[in-house]
């Protein structure tokens, strides 16, 4: 069952027909915040008949003849399999090229697109390059008051609105749309099938302002925005009139400057009602204080997540994650004082410069963890590091999948002695996410490709080949510091690609 938190006008006399899709099953739809809150942007519009589309949904009320507009959320690399499959369900062309007045206008938004659009960009008619909140709204609008001119008018149009790139037109320069001022977004939608059963979730900030050198997250949202304290307290009070469970977000919740305010509050929230449950997004060590861990505690959450990212300091002072080891055993400390489980510590492994040293260091660090606190839960979760657009380690190739299995199964061998448990994310997949990071324009065949072959990583390799794509060289090849960058055209304002080098040339 779903509940909707809002009401939309009813008894529409739709101007504009519009399929929100997201890529994957509905219950993941109804866990993602932003795909949420888009949707009630676009369902709360007066003249606009909105349909949430997932992969699993079976009826619609129109026919995919009658949409005018349809968007696409895409946050995740691997999406865009779905999309294709969405697509191919309602028999609407891959390419927009193929794409005629009988089909709607396509467009996509999210993190992977704002990134970098080019391996995607001759799937969609237009491209939302970051924040979507209002904008959305501008280009319903845009589209519906000129629905009745020719396409190419249309899109024209929107290439004037900040944050809008259409392919077709080759902009030279698109600036990303970084809204100035955060609103408080929340969970519109409140229902027992999504992934987070009847959670409220409240993003309580955007962005993060410690530049480690591989975060998309941060970099993508610079500069940091916070949500007032009271807009944070108003928004948990209308959550908590329809659910018990709240979930705050944010890269870096814990660097909101009233982020104890916050948690007091959710304290006495929680001491009134023993009901009531909350979640955090992953902890900085700098942020685990006492009365944030009673918090945690008070509210069901028994254990938290903490990024430590690497297991030597001299790497983490690479990646500019500038925390001791000192922090994280304090951190550790005050947790198990004050109540809590356990810790899921996040790391990575193939970070530039990483050596056996590095790696020997993260098994030393998870030994002593144990040896220090017996009988608190200590686990760990680690990925391979994925070069991402717009961050210093932009130019830096994915280490070989073969020196990265070796490193994951001494890992895990020597985890298994200390009996602490790891989970590695796949070299292999990994893989080809570097590639869809680092992607351009020419793989528009060899992605439709994969999609027809069934979408795993041999049919990746298979479509590869077929197209002749040289994969090497987009995931795993460090790049030259003046190489053209696929996502070059894209300006973020801040932080300025000078910048980006320079922090790219300290590690050197
Ligand atoms: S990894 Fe975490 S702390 Fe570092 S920049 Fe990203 S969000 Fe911030």
Request: proline content about 5%.
């Amino acid at each position: 069952m779903e509940n909707k938190l809002y009401t939309p006008p009813q008894n529409k006399s739709p101007e504009l027909i519009f399929w929100f899709c997201y890529p994957a099953i509905n219950s993941f739809a109804l866990s993602s915040l932003g795909y949420l809150w888009l949707l009630k942007e676009a369902e709360m519009l007066p003249d606009v008949c909105v349909e949430k589309i997932t992969t699993d949904t079976e009826t619609t009320c129109f026919m995919p003849s009658e949409v005018d507009l349809m968007a696409f959320s895409f946050s995740f690399d691997f999406d865009f399999l779905n999309i294709l499959q969405i697509l191919e369900k309602y028999k609407i062309p891959f390419r927009a090229s193929e794409r005629g007045a009988s089909h709607p206008l396509i467009f996509a938004g999210g993190p992977v697109v704002s990134a970098n659009p080019e391996p995607y960009r001759d799937f969609f008619d237009f491209i939302v390059i970051g924040d979507g909140e209002n904008l959305n709204t501008s280009i319903i609008n845009l589209i519906k008051e000129n629905k009745n001119r020719p396409r190419p008018e249309i899109l024209k149009l929107l290439s004037e609105i900040e944050g809008v790139y259409v392919p077709s037109l080759e902009q030279k320069t698109v600036i990303k749309s970084t809204k100035k001022s955060l609103e408080c977004i929340y969970s519109t939608i409140l229902s027992d099938d999504s992934f987070f059963k009847d959670t409220f979730i409240i993003e309580v900030e955007r962005g993060c302002a410690n530049c480690c050198r591989f975060c998309l997250a941060c970099f993508l949202n610079l500069p940091i925005r916070f949500v007032p304290i009271e807009e944070l307290k108003r928004v948990i009070d209308l959550g908590l009139a329809h659910t018990n469970k709240i979930a705050l977000l944010g890269a870096q919740i814990s660097a909101h400057p009233k982020f104890n305010e916050l948690c007091k509050y959710i304290y006495e929230k929680a001491l009134e009602r023993p009901e009531i449950e909350m979640n955090f997004s992953s902890l900085r060590v700098d942020a685990v204080t006492p009365d944030v861990i009673k918090t945690l505690v008070l509210t069901g959450s028994h254990h938290s997540t903490l990024a430590v990212e690497a297991g030597s300091e001299r790497l983490r002072k690479v990646i500019n994650k500038n925390i001791t080891e000192e922090q994280i055993f304090s951190a550790v400390r005050i947790a198990k004082e004050n109540g809590l489980k356990g810790f899921k510590f996040y790391a990575m492994i193939g970070l530039p410069t990483e050596t056996q040293e590095d790696i020997d260091a993260l098994i030393s660090l998870a030994r002593r963890l144990k040896t220090n606190f017996a009988g608190f839960d200590i686990s760990f979760g680690v990925s391979t590091f994925v070069p991402k657009a717009h961050t210093p380690f932009q130019w830096f190739g994915h280490e070989n999948i073969k020196s990265l299995e070796k490193k994951s199964n001494y890992l895990k061998k020597e985890f298994h002695k200390l009996g602490i448990n790891i989970s590695i994310s796949s070299a292999k997949w990994d893989y080809w996410q570097a590639v869809l990071s680092r992607g351009d324009g020419s793989f528009t065949q060899f992605l439709i490709d994969t999609y027809k072959l069934g979408g795993k990583s041999g049919a990746f390799k298979q479509a590869a080949r077929q197209n002749n794509i040289n994969t090497d060289y987009y995931a795993s090849e460090n790049w030259d510091l003046n190489t053209r960058l696929p996502w070059d055209f894209i300006e973020l304002k801040s932080p300025p690609k000078k910048f980006l080098q320079e922090e790219y040339s300290k590690i050197l």
